[in-house]
Each structure stands twice: as structure tokens, then as C-alpha cells.
T-cell receptor, first 117, second 111 residues
Framework: GAVVSQHPSWVICKSGTSVKIECRSL??????MFWYRQFPKQSLMLMAT?????????EQGVEKDKFLINHASLTLSTLTVTSAHPEDSSFYIC?????????????FGDGTRLSIL | DAKTTQPTSMDCAEGRAANLPCNHS???????VYWYRQIHSQGPQYIIH???NNETNEMASLIITEDRKSSTLILPHATLRDTAVYYC????????????FGGGTRVLVKP
């Protein structure tokens, strides 16, 4: 149980393109989803917290107009990197939690490797 | 800022128990201790979590000291597939259950 699917696994695109990444909880309803970014040889950095039906909460230093997050249903959240540039190349990872009980762990997708040329 | 301290790396022998320490001396009463691991180029995998009692599941055991200032993750019989970076994280609902990843412990299981 507690499977989170992320799509696509990797994407290569030209500078200036917008890229959408999907995160789905397959066997549970995710009240809360989180988006992380990980640069090579570094740890995960939280970008934003997304609650179903409300606006995402972004961490300090993360541009909300650059990284658009939508959490329209209890099983799907999307991250759109708008007008992507080479510095946006990174490993993007989502996680999902039921959120209802305070101690429920987050379950992670397998990540999306984004390369901007 | 990460609220936990872990060794940067450690080696373990295949088939032996691996004991991974974590210090969280500033942990508050409502914060849980979570353990995750990340195998290269994959998303983190949840292992186990606890508040104050010791916990065990099919993957590992979590031993939390009585004062809750430190804990140990035990992999009872390490295999080569347990080679990964292991993260010890404390979090609670007041922080939105957010996870702050530190550097973790890079565990290498050797034959």
C-alpha cells in the first residue's frame, strides 16, 4: 500500500519551455502533497506544500509564479515549471500523506529528472 | 535547519545488523522521529517512525532513548540492497508535518 506514482520519470526540453509533472497517490487519498527538489550530491529541499482544494504554501526563496502547483483532487497534484531554464534542471520529487492523523508518514514518488538544454 | 545529527557515512557487513545512530537533542514533545532512505536516483523510501516507544516493522527496528534525545535505526540483517543514504528526521503537525532533510548517513553494505 501507500504507492505514489510520478510522471514523467525524466524529461529533456529546450529553454523557455514549460514542463508539467504529475504526482498521483494510487491507493490512498492524499490530503497533503509535498514537492521537493534535489540537486546532484545534495539533500532534498522542500519547495512547497499542497493541500487539496487550496493554494500551495511555498518555502522561502521558491518562486510561486515559476513553479505552479495544482492539487485539484485527493489523488493528483501537478507541478508546472514555467519558462524553464538550464538552472531549473534538477531532480523533482513529490510525496503524499493522508494528513488526517498527525503522525502519518509521507510516501514518495520515484522522482522526475528534468534537464533543460 | 536540520534538527538531527547523523554520522556522514558508515560501512556494514552483509548479513550483520546495521545500527544507525541519530541525535535529536532539541526534539519537542509532539515531534515524531521518522526514518527514510534514498537509494541512488530514486525517491526516498519510508522505513519507520515513532514517538517514544520502540517500534518494529518488516524493514527495521527503531529504538528511542527514554529522554528522546537520540534514536537508533536497526537493520537486522543488512543486504547489499540496503546500501543507501539514510535520513533521520523529526517533525510534527505544528510544522505541517514537513520533513527537513539533512545530510543523512551514507551506508555501504559490503559483501
Amino acid at each position: 500500500g501507500a504507492v505514489v506514482s510520478q510522471h514523467p520519470s525524466w524529461v529533456i526540453c529546450k529553454s523557455g519551455t514549460s514542463v508539467k509533472i504529475e504526482c498521483r497517490s494510487l491507493d490512498f487519498q492524499a490530503t497533503t502533497m509535498f514537492w521537493y527538489r534535489q540537486f546532484p550530491k545534495q539533500s532534498l529541499m522542500l519547495m512547497a506544500t499542497s493541500n487539496e482544494g487550496s493554494k500551495a504554501t511555498y518555502e522561502q526563496g521558491v518562486e510561486k509564479d515559476k513553479f505552479l502547483i495544482n492539487h485539484a483532487s485527493l489523488t493528483l497534484s501537478t507541478l508546472t515549471v514555467t519558462s524553464a531554464h538550464p538552472e531549473d534542471s534538477s531532480f523533482y520529487i513529490c510525496s503524499a500523506s493522508t494528513g488526517g492523523r498527525l503522525n502519518q508518514p509521507q510516501h514518495f514518488g520515484d522522482g522526475t529528472r528534468l534537464s533543460i538544454l | 535547519d536540520a534538527k538531527t545529527t547523523q554520522p556522514t557515512s558508515m560501512d556494514c557487513a552483509e548479513g550483520r545488523a546495521a545500527n544507525l545512530p541519530c541525535n535529536h537533542s532539541t526534539i519537542s514533545g509532539n515531534e515524531y522521529v521518522y526514518w527514510y532512505r534514498q537509494i541512488h536516483s530514486q525517491g526516498p523510501q519510508y522505513i519507520i517512525h515513532g514517538l517514544k516507544n520502540n517500534e518494529t516493522n518488516e524493514m527495521a527496528s527503531l529504538i528511542i532513548t527514554e529522554d528522546r534525545k537520540s534514536s537508533t535505526l536497526i537493520l537486522p540483517h543488512a543486504t547489499l540492497r540496503d546500501t543507501a543514504v539514510y535520513y533521520c528526521i523529526v517533525s510534527d503537525k505544528a510544522a505541517g508535518n514537513k520533513l527537513t532533510f539533512g545530510g543523512g548517513t551514507r551506508v555501504l553494505v559490503k559483501p
